[in-house]
């Protein structure tokens, strides 16, 4: 049974940082692609960043670029994603995804993830 568990969403103020993890199980982490989406109230689901299985490429949506830093730990089955200077529109819950692929590169697209978790909320308040 695959499950992906994100941990780490709280209430912070803007400016401020958070790490959230995303522990997997039930498949071989190392070839999966793995990806942070969020959705806002009322908004639909966004991506937010991606990276490859072995952790040397990643894609990040222009909104987060240099605030926020994918990454994974492929000897733990664990993805993260280090985020700072938030801000209020930053609030949202927080999806971790994992799709199988064939070659080591990131996927940049939702609807291609196969498996995902129960997501982690994120408040920024101003």
């Known amino acids: 049974q695959v499950q992906l568990v994100e941990s780490g969403g709280e209430l912070v103020q803007a400016g401020g940082s958070l790490r959230l993890s995303c522990a997997v199980s039930?498949?071989?982490?190392?070839?999966?692609?793995m990806g942070w989406f969020r959705q806002a109230p009322g908004k639909e689901r966004e991506i937010v960043a991606t990276?490859?299985?072995?952790?040397?490429?990643?894609y990040y949506v222009d909104s987060v670029r240099g605030r926020f830093t994918i990454s994974r730990d492929n000897a733990k089955n664990t993805a993260f994603l280090q985020m700072g200077s938030l801000k209020p529109e930053d609030t949202a819950d927080y999806y971790c995804?994992?799709?199988?692929?064939?070659?080591?590169?990131?996927?940049?697209?939702?609807?291609?993830?196969?498996?995902w978790g129960q997501g982690t909320q994120v408040t920024v308040s101003s």
């Open positions: 039930g498949l071989t982490f190392s070839r999966y692609a």
């Open positions: 990276i490859n299985p072995s952790g040397t490429s990643t």
């Open positions: 995804a994992a799709t199988l692929v064939t070659w080591d590169v990131v996927i940049t697209a939702g609807r291609d993830f196969d498996y």
